[in-house]
């Protein structure tokens, strides 16, 4: 009877087969409202790690590993993740998906090895998607992308000059003398977003080299590379980056490859450009002649007049500068795919932009490469490059010092009825009303930078332990960004100015160079305790920063010739070389609750070599907690299905300026003997970053199956330690040392209203309305009041003493009863932002998009003003509203006349940001045209700064000649007028 126990054996091993047998389900993603197929789709079984995604078709193959029923999480960018159920006797689907108005399914990066789904996110970090960011319009600059799309963030601009030059403060003042501007990480690398000096302050005499009217080095990077921005505006959310997040961090990930056929997508825009806003210049007359000019030059004046009005010569010199229609020309090409182990995106760019004023200009050639590789199953290394070469033509705007080197200096103060233009015999007329001729000027000066730049990032995840129920890996991820920035400045011996020189004939040549390398490895464990799931994370950082600098000017150049050996006086400007080197461990522990309940607490060690004791470290704790309320199961309404309240507490420090802890040495040479003298400031070997705490609250709330959602946040951030210059005894024998002294408060509110106003098979309309304000006091300044930036009380200055904000602005007239004495004429911090974006698709193809943007308040010091009246060409300057006799010109309101409150002006606009319209064809008709060529055409036509309303009286209430600075970035000189870009697209997808 032995077959007995070899029939019971095979008995149960085809039991034991069939209890593990499995079953595969496939089936179609769609969307829900137009029936397009979605690519790239997810599935995964619920509560393990197995999953697929949709193919080029949308279609999908899942195994199961077991005959019992499962659920499916299916969710896909942009869409509303649902959960369906399988069995074996279900193993056929057709998925659609809804259109995620609020996007509560988005993956948010929130700190060096972490993410989180927006839905469990007890922040409020804003999120710009590739779509929200160039899907409108062409953008020259990435975070000229950013205005009016995250709330919290005050832009502005050093001017209209192609190749861009913003500056971006997120939730107030960070900083008095430092950088308030925000980390900037792309692809994890932290990359050098300075405004690097190009030399035009120095040889046009205007002062330091916050005057230089530059760009910031973001302008490199192509915009249309980037697949989202994650903004991180306060310690809360950034305190797990230490040292260098006080005033917020700025995530830029770009596009990756994925899975599927090789596709080519390339892109044309052609544009225009024309000025945003010109002020119109006043007509001269014999009256007004008589009026203006002293006695003694009148009847010179009056020959001038009457010989223009007789060959009808009077030449509106800003339409002849500034109106000048510029061509724009943006051409992309972007390669993707890949398969299961390897997946590719290579793009190309190239950006040609002409200025609207002649000779400027920016191009900029970009090609970059993003590989992910699977090495093993196990183990994963991505791995982009980016390099970019650009070339920016910025000529001669803003603030000057006699040199006459600016452009809207120069026509303040030259009447209509001279013409400065070119002689028939090549030479120009001297400018008898100024020290130049801004015309030959922009024939021959030049201001060029050019920008060789190579930004190398790789990421490696090893899976070191991976189950259905956790998982430990290893994240390892560096980066280097390598800069060099070749600038020129140059006017020739024969312009007006130069030619009354000692020493005619000017060149200023500027290299920098910097290299920033980052390397942070960390351990990612992911487990459950019950029903509560468990992420750790431990890590560590290191940062280097090298930077070297040297300019080199020359003056008495031989004719022709712009070789620094052909100079008669050549000097060495300014040399600087830095070396920084930061350190930092992290820990992160983040708890889930079934999505219930979610909280996270972190701390970070931080240690730098520009700290007065550089192996002190300083710790930067972190904690928060979400609640979503309506995902408990007492929670029974159909109206209200998301509620979330949350609260957040971070800290974080800004870095020491470099050089705080050394006191200078400035070289001499007496009777032939070289030497150094002490500087009259001395450092501090105890000084330490200043630092930012800040309690944010808020709630988030979803309406009608989350078609509409509201988010609101208040905010307290506090900074301290920031650096003063401390007054020293004269006995000391030196003047000032840096001290940490000051402290901040800034408060605000934010809110954000979105959500599908219509939906339907041939239409959907989604709509979206951010509002923020923020206020700030000093609450303590540690040294006596004082006044600073601008050019003086008379034009208008900066108040620094503690219960006021370092915005305020005061001037002339003396008043005592406020410190500092004088009084208050405005604040540079506007009282409220709000902005209005729609996207609007009709009958699967055509799409409309606008975005509107209100600053209410908010005062700029208006120095183009001062320059207009005090030359006599600002439009209307000879009416007399008042009736008094006295023109507009010389007697300008607020009384009493002529103090600076004439120059401090109310900057309140509203500008039509981006306008975009356009048309997808069908997919039938590209293949009746095309067969399986083409596979897809996109046309259309849009808009970019569209229409400004205002009473500002200058060219744009959001430039300023220093607007990289922390505190006086509202001051407006002359500046190049900001432009209005029209433009005609067309991408073709193969």
């Known amino acids: 009877m032995i077959y007995k126990p070899l029939l019971t054996l095979v008995f149960l091993i085809l039991s034991i087969g069939i209890s593990q047998a499995q079953y595969t389900v496939t089936g179609n993603v769609s969307d829900e409202r137009t029936g397009e197929t979605l690519i790239g789709a997810s599935l995964l079984i619920k509560g393990t790690t197995s999953g697929t995604i949709t193919d080029l078709d949308g279609n999908f193959t899942l195994p199961i590993p077991n005959s019992n029923g499962v659920e499916l999480v299916i969710s896909s960018i942009g869409y509303n993740s649902i959960t369906l159920k399988v069995s074996p006797s ?9 259109q995620d108005a609020t996007n509560l399914d988005e993956v948010v990066v929130t700190g060096l090895a972490s993410s989180v789904k927006r839905s469990n996110l007890a922040n409020a970090v804003s999120t710009v998607s590739a779509r929200d960011l160039t899907g409108t319009t062409t953008i020259q600059t990435a975070d000229g992308a950013l205005y009016g799309k995250v709330a919290g963030a005050t832009i502005r601009s050093n001017g209209g000059a192609p190749g861009g030059g913003m500056s971006i403060q997120l939730r107030g003042i960070s900083s008095l003398t430092g950088a308030s501007q925000p980390l900037i990480i792309v692809d994890g690398v932290y990359i050098n977003n300075s405004f690097q000096s190009t030399g035009r302050a120095a040889v046009s005499g205007a002062g330091g080299s916050n005057q230089d009217d530059g760009s910031n080095r973001l302008a490199d990077l192509n915009p249309a590379d980037i697949e989202n921005i994650e903004v991180l505006k306060g310690p ?33 825009d052609v544009g225009f450009a024309n000025p945003l806003n010109l002020l119109g210049v006043d007509n001269w007359s014999e009256e007004k002649i008589n009026f203006f000019f002293p006695e003694q030059t009148r009847a010179q004046e009056l020959e ?11 030449i509106d010199y800003e339409d002849y500068f500034y109106n000048n229609q510029a061509t724009l020309l943006n051409t992309r090409i972007n390669i993707s795919g890949g398969d299961d182990k390897t997946k590719f995106f290579v793009s190309g760019n190239i950006t040609s932009e002409d200025g609207t004023i002649k000779r400027t200009g920016f191009d900029r050639y970009s090609i970059r490469a993003n590989i992910d590789h699977k090495i093993a199953p196990w183990i994963k290394l991505g791995v982009s490059s980016n390099y970019i070469n650009s070339s920016t033509d910025r000529g001669f705007t803003g603030n000057q010092n006699n ?7 120069s026509i303040a103060y030259t009447p209509n009825y001279y013409d400065l233009r070119r002689n028939a015999d090549g030479t120009y007329p001297t400018n008898p009303y100024f020290s130049e001729n801004p015309v030959a000027v922009t024939d021959f000066g030049e201001n060029n930078s050019s920008v060789n730049r190579f930004i190398q990032a790789f990421t490696l995840d090893i899976d070191i332990l991976k189950t259905d129920k956790h998982f430990l890996k290893a994240q390892i991820a ?21 030619s009354s020189q000692a020493n005619p004939g000017d060149i200023f040549v500027g290299r920098q160079e910097s290299l920033n390398t980052n390397f942070q490895a960390a351990l990612v464990y992911n487990w459950n305790v019950g029903r509560v799931n468990m992420n750790s994370q431990a890590g560590m950082v290191r940062l280097d920063f090298q930077n070297h600098s040297l300019f080199n000017r020359g003056r008495g150049l031989v004719p022709g010739q712009k070789n620094l050996k052909q100079a008669a006086v050549q000097e060495i400007n300014s040399e600087f070389e830095s070396e920084v080197q930061e350190a930092g461990i992290f820990l992160q522990q983040e708890m889930n609750f079934e999505d219930k309940i979610i909280g996270t607490l972190g701390i970070r060690w931080d240690k730098s070599s520009l700290n007065g004791n550089p192996n002190e470290f300083f710790a930067f704790p972190r904690a928060s907690m979400a609640v979503n309320i309506a995902n408990f199961d007492f929670w029974n309404s159909s109206a209200i299905t998301l509620l979330k309240p949350r609260i957040a507490y971070g800290e974080t420090a800004g870095p020491v300026p470099f050089g705080s802890t050394y006191t200078p040495l400035g070289g001499t040479n007496i009777g032939g003997l070289l030497g150094s003298t002490v500087a009259t400031s001395i450092g501090n070997t105890a000084i330490i970053p200043e630092t930012a705490s800040e309690l944010e609250f808020g709630v988030d709330v979803g309406l009608f199956n989350n078609r509409f959602s509201l988010e609101a946040t208040y905010y307290i951030k506090n900074t301290q330690n920031n650096i003063q210059n401390l007054n020293l005894a004269p006995s000391t024998g030196v003047n000032t040392t840096p001290s940490n002294e000051a402290e901040l408060s800034n408060k605000g509110i934010e809110l954000g209203l979105s959500g599908t106003i219509l939906e339907k098979s041939n239409i959907r309309w989604f709509s979206r309305v951010l509002f923020w304000k923020n206020t700030i006091e000093m609450t303590r300044l540690g040294i006596p009041t004082y006044l600073s930036g601008g050019f003086g009380s008379g034009l208008g200055t900066f108040l620094y003493a503690e219960g006021y904000s370092p915005t305020t602005i005061v001037g002339t007239p003396a008043d005592p009863s406020v410190p500092g004495g004088f009084t208050v004429w405005g604040d540079a911090q506007p009282d409220f932002n709000l902005s209005f974006s729609n996207s609007i698709s009709l009958y699967k193809g055509i799409e409309l998009s606008f975005l509107i943007d209100w600053r209410k308040g908010g005062s700029n010091i208006n120095l183009t003003s001062f320059l207009n009246d005090g030359g006599g060409t600002t439009n209307g300057w000879f009416d007399d509203d008042n009736g008094d006799g006295i023109p507009n010109g010389r007697q300008r309101e607020p009384e009493p006349y002529n103090n600076a409150g004439r120059w401090i002006q109310d900057a309140s606009f509203v500008k039509v940001r981006e306008i975009g319209l356009y048309y997808t064809i069908p997919r039938e008709t590209i293949t009746q045209w095309f ?44 500046p190049y007028p900001t432009s209005r870009r029209i433009f005609f697209h067309l991408t073709l997808d193969f």
Do not use: C
Not at 90 to 98: A, G, P, V, Y
Not at 249 to 256: M, P
Not at 480 to 497: G, R
């Open 236 to 268: 809360s959310a950034a305190a797990i980056y230490g040292t260098r997040a006080n005033a917020g961090v700025i995530i830029i990930t770009t596009k990756r490859g994925v899975e599927g056929r090789t596709t080519v997508s390339l892109s044309q």
């Open 403 to 409: 040199s006459g080197a600016s452009i809207g200096y």
């Open 90 to 98: 279900q193993t056929t689907l057709n998925i659609t998906l809804k």
């Open 931 to 974: 067969g399986g060529t083409v596979q897809g055409i996109k046309v259309g036509s849009s808009a970019n700064n569209a229409f400004m309303f205002t009473k500002y009286p200058g060219y744009d209430p959001e430039t300023s000649t220093f607007g990289a600075q922390a505190v006086q970035n509202n001051v407006d000189i002359a």
């Open 304 to 314: 001038r007049f009457r010989a223009a009005q007789a060959s009808n010569t009077f």
């Open 478 to 498: 560096g980066g280097l960004d390598f800069l060099n920035n070749a600038t020129e400045v140059y006017l020739p011996e024969f312009l007006q100015f130069q």
